[in-house]
């Protein structure tokens, strides 16, 4: 990767860039042109309020005597009635999501030119008249599209080098008026797809804690689907800052579709590994309401190259009211195993989290018993 070498920006010399960073935070946040507008000013450096901290992590591929991909998972011609098939399936996805938290779907049943569409529509929102895409910019996250640069841009210990689109798309879908036309067809589309294969995923994942195959999807975990849709332009000084902080999502799954650029890597035994985009592929990992059983940090690097854009379906009903409590699964406890996090329902932990920010310690760590 062209910037694997980060500049380490460590406690002891950050206060070499010591500056009025509210002031810079809120003139930025008031341009509503996110960092696309920076990149369209023509700037040759990246502002301070985009410096990353070393997170003194190393990357996998600086130690060239060890190789490390994700897993695949290979869904063509998976047969429910073939018990031999669907065992090595099962066990694949509880190899994957046990050790890494994370794994890529191939033959997953989305049609490749429904992907395609999906990043060109992406690409179409960002790259419209400015006048028309700022009329979509927002903190107030009642809105049904949240259309801004870093939510957590005033909370966050650096600001990443992205803009962020988020929308509900279930259980109540919008209607065509209520989103950018830009995308509105696509996302309706994809998030029909990336729905249907969401609750087969859960399925996989149930059988792969030995529970029955709908127990995941009785809980009401593939209920709400929440798009979120990343633009990262080029980034004329990499080694800076980061396109998405070290995190893991809020949500009981997620799944990602991204282009050909890359950036995206998942910490493996202390080690970032490269998830490099294949063709047709889409990335999935384990969200933070499903970690009492699997684990999951990832990040995403700034890059020259780009824009590079992705969408994030984090399945979660997010800040809906509800009173209904997720906990440890009872199933699966015993006294060798007993539970590690206190129930909460879906809208605290969300809110938990968005006001933690990304780049912290967990936020799941806060509701340890």
């Not at 060109?120 to 979509?136: A, I, L, T």
């Not at 998830?275 to 933070?288: C, E, F, R, S």
């Not at 990832?298 to 997720?326: D, I, Q």
């Amino acid at each position: 990767m062209e910037n694997s070498s980060q500049v380490k920006l460590t406690a002891s010399n950050v206060h070499d860039f010591i500056f009025d960073r509210t002031s810079e935070l809120k003139a930025f946040d008031e341009t509503k042109a996110g960092v696309k507008g920076l990149v369209d000013a023509n700037i040759t450096k990246v502002p301070r309020i985009f410096y990353s901290l070393s997170d003194d992590f190393e990357m996998a591929s600086e130690n060239h005597t060890i190789q490390l991909t994700i897993p695949v998972l290979d869904l063509n011609g998976f047969d429910r009635e073939n018990p031999a098939r669907k065992k090595d399936v099962v066990e694949k996805i509880r190899d994957a999501s046990g050790t890494w938290g994370f794994f890529q779907v191939v033959n997953h049943g989305i049609p490749v030119n429904i992907l395609d569409e999906m990043l060109e529509g992406v690409r179409r929102f960002y790259e419209q008249d400015f006048e028309v895409k700022k009329e979509w910019y927002t903190r107030d996250g009642s809105k049904t599209v949240v259309y801004n640069s870093n939510f957590d841009l005033f909370r966050a210990g650096s600001a990443n080098w992205r803009d962020t689109t988020y929308c509900n798309m279930a259980p109540k879908t919008p209607t065509p008026d209520e989103l950018p036309e830009a995308c509105r067809d696509i996302m309706i589309e994809y998030s029909k797809q990336v729905k249907k294969l969401g609750s087969f995923l859960f399925e996989l994942l149930s059988e792969a804690l030995d529970l029955n195959a709908d127990h995941l999807n009785n809980m009401g975990c593939s209920d709400g689907l929440a798009m979120l849709y990343h633009y990262y332009p080029a980034c004329p000084e990499p080694e800076l800052t980061l396109g998405a902080s070290k995190h893991a999502d809020y949500d009981f799954l997620t799944v990602l579709l991204q282009d050909n650029i890359g950036g995206l890597q998942v910490l493996y035994q202390n080690q970032w590994v490269d998830i490099p985009p294949v063709p047709g592929a889409l990335v999935v990992n384990i969200g933070d309401l499903l970690q009492a059983t699997f684990f999951s940090q990832h990040r995403v690097l700034a890059n020259h190259a780009g824009p590079r854009v992705s969408v994030a379906c984090f399945f979660t009903t997010g800040l809906m009211t509800s009173s209904k409590l997720y906990g440890p699964i009872k199933e699966l406890l015993s006294e060798q195993n007993p539970p590690k996090y206190r129930e909460t329902t879906v809208r605290e932990y969300s809110l938990h989290y968005n006001a933690k920010g990304l780049g912290g310690t967990s936020a799941l760590l806060d509701f340890r018993l």
